[in-house]
């Protein structure tokens, strides 16, 4: 039985970020790649939207020089045939300032002839954004 | 063919909502459903983690109190015998300022028999934040 897609993946991103080893990465990215991860992006240049693999393994690039991830758990994990979606919680160490960060995310991921063709993320932004300042925003309660 | 939970769900949860009608919503729903959309609490008290039936159909009641769904568009999903996953847009309005939101979420259901035993939602929640908010909140650029 093959490795499903998404596991192959997650581990060259993760060597990506974290090795900084973009080979395998750029290996599991098709031509036509359709990437988002929706968020500040005045605050975060590397969230938002990318469009091919040169673009994905810039902002990868880009993401390694910011953040180090220490630990991450998938809590809910679903698979499909050519595709893949997990609610993850990971343990970063924001580069620039030192701070740990705790951050939940999902992602969807798409694959075809085992090369990632989609992916969208969706963040817990306003936690990230504030673990990131190092305090709390303050916020009227609404209800 | 049997219609999938999620969307049965789905239906109840948006007429429990818009309609105030949650008799549909408490059917489809396990006594010891786990629940939690992931969000800052202080502002909204409506999220956060609940558990049971009760409380989840309070936790409903008081979102119902709060927001009008206009739209929604499932831009991914994934489907599994008992699961169910989908990233979504949203179109609401606030109901005590009338502000229209848009609202991009993550959610992951599970089910038994039917009955939601669990769902999990990520929202992208400083985007959440801005727009209730009705300005910009001023962020550093980090990157």
């Known amino acids: 039985m093959t490795e499903h897609s998404l596991w192959c993946f997650s581990r060259a991103l993760h060597r990506a970020i974290n ?5 395998d990465l750029a290996a599991l990215i098709d031509d036509n790649v359709e990437w988002a991860v929706y ?6 240049p590397f969230l938002g939207a990318r ?7 810039d902002v990868c690039k880009q993401i390694a020089d910011n953040i180090r991830v220490h630990r991450f758990e998938r ?26 960060i705790s951050l939940r995310l999902a992602q969807f991921a798409q694959f075809k002839a085992g090369l990632l063709t989609s992916m969208r ?5 306003f936690d990230l954004v504030e673990q990131t300042l190092g ?7 609404i209800a």
Chains 1, 2 share one sequence.
């Open 19 to 23: 090795e900084r080893q973009p080979d």
């Open 39 to 44: 968020g500040p992006i005045d605050m975060f």
């Open 51 to 57: 469009r091919g693999r040169a673009a994905v393994l």
């Open 75 to 100: 809590e809910t994990v679903m698979l499909g045939v050519d595709s893949g979606a997990s609610m993850m919680r990971y343990s970063l160490t924001a580069l620039d300032s030192n701070r740990p």
């Open 121 to 125: 993320v969706v963040v817990d932004t």
């Open 135 to 141: 305090r709390p925003i303050h916020l009227p309660k």
